[in-house]
């Protein structure tokens, strides 16, 4: 071995180790092991920040940006009421979101497959009051499994056919990859069901001190218009989108009071006063299509300003107190909307315009990003640290889908790259104002990219000081002295291993070749070999920087680098024992 080699292994075993560790945060680690790699010089000072303008990079990004798009749609929440109001196992729930993952990671790019599936791990984690992270990595597992059944499951798989049929002249078919694949998916799936618990629950990375403001007696005002599928249906059905954490405290049909039972029969015309967290709040309104009482579209406003809700205190010195919204015309004078009021140790009975605000009471308004902050510091309103409030926004149905199933079915067919098909779905987000701009840097975890970007020239020194070729020469001399079995199962871990350090395509490239030279050499058919290495560069499921699912949801999940292993040892080892016979058995080595 030369002296680059010993530097890039000693680098990248140090690494790993601080990420074991947990003492500091991955990306700081990522940072300091790139200025590392610069200064014992296996990284050039020109590829020291090639990482950041990768692929992957931009697909994570991307990705998180398309996933919080659809999570604020709607859509997931009116799915799962509609189609699986019930459901409330926890171990059910993962069911439903791992096999759909794994499904559709067979036919779509995993990581589309993931992003679609993500925000219903939220609302599914949030109505069990767990954790996402107890769904979350086994999902980024299942979506990986499920890209081994098709030849356009994964990039692996693709590369591998292409091998093979400079090989042999003839490449894998789309479905070649299914009787072994759709086992491991099976096999793999099952695993997760039950050992799932294996991964700690975690709270996000993403967590922030807005994340702590919990006020869960909001009382707002809504109409229910004559368009609103709740029409002729019971109170309670309304409420089911609650969750339990929202309640009317009054109906009133034609100027009455009438008391909130829950079969009463909804009309049209009927203002609700209800009252329950901002997040309750927007669930009932948004799924039952209520209108907020009065015109809550701010006017005067100039085409394409943003508009907001932000959270306020009502100061000692504000001029609100003693004052209503109907009194104060708040909206006509101010053009500012009030959307809740919260006052602590009281139920509001009052519709909302005729509340009398306090001291101390806090009101969430909705304005102009622009007029806002001159209402609050006018009338002695104290902003509480800002929250996303989604409650009164505008929200684009069905357009989040179809821009994320428009990126998915271009790189189908081949039309855009996946890099280039996500990012444009990323855009069209921000553009149709499907994300608001203060929001879109929100989405992207930041961390994670800078972790990304910094590690990438740093396993590629790997490759660049030739360790890559010193791995080829000791599998080589090892597995000749190995059984048929016991040099497939070699070459599938070796793949295994590789992957972390290189992104899963240059590890079929590096691997392929010797597994076809290796199996020709001992008299082998080369088929179940190149197989192992597909399936092998497949399955990162040890390292969160392997492959962009990984990647994907650590933050969102919390994870630590060591909490990969935990899962991903034993489903490595069931995917190992399962995969040997299998592919010995569809693909015969002789």
Partial sequence: MTV???????????????????????????????????????????????GFSDDIVIIVAS???????????????????????RLGSVRGQLFILVVLVTVLSAFIKNIGALAIMMPVAFQFARRSNIQPSRFLMPMAFGALLGGLMTQIGTSPNIVVSRVREELTGESFTMFDFTPVGATLALVGTVFLLFAYKLVPERVSQQFSIEEAIEISNYASEAAVPAGSPFVGKSLSALLKASDGEAIVTSVIRKAQHRTPLPDVALEADDILLLEGSPLALDRVVSQGKLKLSGDRSPSGTKPGAEIEAIEAVIGSESTLAGMSATRLALFNAHNINLLAVSRQGQRLKERLGNVTLQVGDIIVLQGSRKELPGFLQEFGCLPLAQREILLGTIRRAYLPLLVLFAAMGSTAIGILPVPIAFFGAALAMVVFRVIPLRDVYRSVDGPILVMLATLIPVSDSLRTSGGTDVIANW??????????????????????????????????????????SFATALGYRPEAFLMAVAIGAGC???????????????????????????????????????????????????
């Avoid at 790993?16 to 991955?26: K, L, N, Q, S, V």
């Avoid at 990522?30 to 296996?42: K, N, Q, S």
């Avoid at 992957?499 to 490239?509: D, E, G, K, S, W």
């Avoid at 991903?568 to 399962?578: A, E, K, N, R």
Wanted: neutral net charge.
């Fill in 4 to 50: 680059d080699q010993y530097l890039a292994f000693a680098v990248i075993g140090l690494m790993m180790a601080f990420f074991i560790w947990g003492r500091f945060r991955y990306d700081i680690i990522g940072c300091c092991a790139l200025m590392l790699a610069v200064a014992v010089g296996i990284v050039p000072y020109d590829k020291a920040f090639t």
């Fill in 63 to 85: 990705a998180l940006i398309v996933s919080a798009g659809v999570a604020r749609s709607g859509l997931v929440d009116a799915a799962i009421e509609r189609y699986l109001p």
């Fill in 475 to 516: 599998l080589g001399e090892v597995a000749s002295q190995l059984p048929p079995a016991g040099a497939l199962a070699l070459i599938l871990i070796a793949a295994m291993a590789v992957t972390p350090f290189l992104n899963n395509a240059a590890t079929v490239l590096v691997m392929a070749p010797i597994a076809a």
């Fill in 540 to 590: 990162d499921f040890l390292t969160p920087i392997g492959h962009q699912c990984n990647t994907l949801v650590m933050g969102p999940g919390g994870y630590r680098f060591s909490d990969y292993p935990r899962l991903g040892l034993p489903l490595s080892l069931v995917i190992i024992i399962v995969s040997i016979p299998a592919l010995t058995y569809v693909w015969p080595l002789q």
